[in-house]
């Protein structure tokens, strides 16, 4: 595996080290912190390639962490929780993070998961034939591929990198509805560790940003069958 930037936080110092030890062997580049004042830091002056989160995403300290990196990059998270339930799985889905990981987990299960993270970033850093155009718009939504960012009405949408890889398909299809199954594999690949909840519920949230922006009718939801992005009749 190439050298990648990889940040572990746990509040656990030997696990912390036993990881950073474990990946800098499989070819990582591994900091650590224990804490989120130590973490957000570490994550500003030298943002990383993935995040391990292992502080509690239900405490403030670990939902800090998490919203601060999904909202300042497309930096790609995978917590390491303690909670099995699916409702727990969901919501650390739901708050941004890209895959989730229960505590205690098989050192190779997660250089997996870390495998299978980086080969679908790696894919979409390259392309086989042609390029995808730079710039995608409907409507007043705009997409720069190229730089991962988002406007609606010229403003800015602060976007997670999983949203914005929903609403990039989505808006690349525009006005066809795209099935839940086909979104599942465009965007979270085959190595996907949920099933189509991820998709309901990355959608929501992304919803509601729209929303917010004042893009109310610009996504739609076809029941049992998929998505869409509504285009506008000319």
């Not at 999983?162 to 509805?177: D, I, M, N, P, Q």
């Not at 690949?189 to 009718?217: I, S, Y």
Request: glycine residues 8%; hydrophobic residues 40%.
């Amino acid at each position: 595996m190439s050298r990648g930037r990889v940040l572990v936080i746990d509040p656990d110092p030997q696990l912390c080290e036993l990881l950073a030890h474990s990946l800098g062997r499989a070819g990582l580049s591994t900091r650590t912190a224990c804490n989120a004042v130590d973490a957000l830091h570490l994550f500003e002056s030298a943002p990383p390639d993935l995040v391990l989160l292992g502080l509690d995403i239900s405490t403030p300290a670990g939902l800090e962490v998490l919203q601060t990196v999904c909202r300042r990059s497309q930096t790609q998270v995978i917590v390491l929780g303690s909670s099995r339930r699916d409702e727990d799985v969901v919501r650390g889905l739901d708050l941004g993070a890209d895959d989730y990981l229960v505590k205690p987990f098989s050192f190779h299960e997660l250089l997996a998961r870390i495998r299978a993270r980086r080969r679908r970033t790696a894919m979409e850093a390259t392309t086989s034939i042609s390029p995808p155009p730079a710039m995608l718009k409907v409507d007043d939504l705009t997409l720069n591929t190229l730089r991962g960012t988002v406007s609606y009405a010229e403003q800015p949408l602060l976007l997670t990198h999983t949203e914005f890889r929903l609403l990039e398909y989505l808006v690349g299809h525009a006005g066809a509805v795209v099935p839940t199954r086909t979104l599942l594999d465009a965007v979270w690949g085959q190595e996907r560790p949920v099933g189509p909840d991820v998709v309901r519920v990355t959608m929501h949230r992304l919803q509601h940003k729209l929303n917010e922006a004042g893009a109310r009718d610009l996504l739609g939801k076809v029941r049992g069958v998929g998505f869409i992005v509504r285009v506008a009749p000319t």
